[in-house]
């Protein structure tokens, strides 16, 4: 159980265009679903907290026009990164975290590697 | 300030061998602690998860350690194959809080 898919697995895309990515609670649902950057040999950064059917919460430093995020079902959570630029190339992780389970129990997804050429 | 640090940066062994991952933390509230392995290009995948009043747990080649009086765990590989090879993360949890402070894990190489 508490499976998190993310798709797509992996997208190249050209300067300027947006890109979504979706995160989803294959067997549970998720009040709360968390996204992570990583960059090559470092650790996993928050960069948002999403909430089902209110707005996310954006850690400092991170544009909310830029990573647009939608959580509108419990099962469902989408960052759209817009106008990307090649130094938006990373590799994005989703979390989701049980609806009614233990506070700081995050189940992950398998990752989005993001190419901006 | 809540913060993880992790020893080695990274770590090659030879199959078989046995080694020891290191974690200082110094997350207050302390609720928890996690260790998670992540493949090259995968999300991480849980591997223990200790409390305040454990001491040790055991996941088939893999055993956490920690002492909470020094802030310490550990994560010890017994037996290493090569599919052992990846990050491993080191994840402390604070009470009250649902995000936790993350390690920036150690990367272990294992060589045939």
């Known amino acids: 159980g508490a499976v998190v898919s993310q798709h797509p697995s992996r997208v190249i895309c050209k300067s300027g265009t947006s890109v979504k990515i979706e995160c989803r609670s294959l067997?549970?649902?998720?009040?709360?679903m968390f996204w992570y950057r990583q960059f090559p040999k470092q650790s996993l950064m928050l960069m948002a907290t999403?909430?089902?059917?209110?707005?996310?919460?954006?850690e400092q430093g991170v544009e909310k026009d830029k990573f647009l995020i939608n959580h509108a079902s419990l099962t469902l959570s989408t960052l759209t990164v817009t106008s990307a630029h090649p130094e938006d190339s990373s590799f994005y992780i989703c979390?989701?975290?049980?609806?009614?389970?233990?506070?700081?129990?995050?189940?992950f997804g398998p990752g989005t590697r993001l190419t901006v050429l | 300030k809540n913060q993880v640090e992790q020893s080695p940066q990274s770590l090659i062994i030879l199959e078989g061998k046995n080694c020891t991952l290191q974690?200082?933390?110094?997350?207050?509230?302390?609720?928890?602690l996690r260790w998670y392995k992540q493949d090259t290009g995968r999300g991480p995948v849980s591997l223990t998860i200790?409390?305040?009043?454990?001491n040790t747990k055991s996941n088939g080649r893999y055993t956490a350690t920690l002492d909470a009086d020094t802030k310490q765990s550990s994560l010890h590989i017994t037996a290493s194959q090569l599919s052992d090879s990846a990050s491993y993360i080191c994840?402390?949890?604070?009470?009250?809080?649902?995000?936790?402070?993350f390690g920036r894990g150690t990367s272990l190489i294992v060589h045939p």
């Open positions: 979390s989701a975290k049980i609806a009614g389970g233990p506070i700081n129990e995050q189940f």
């Open positions: 067997d549970f649902q998720a009040t709360t």
């Open positions: 999403s909430n089902e059917g209110s707005k996310a919460t954006y």
């Open positions: 974690c200082n933390y110094t997350v207050s509230p302390f609720s928890n």
């Open positions: 200790m409390t305040f009043s454990e």
């Open positions: 994840v402390v949890s604070a009470g009250g809080s649902y995000i936790p402070t």
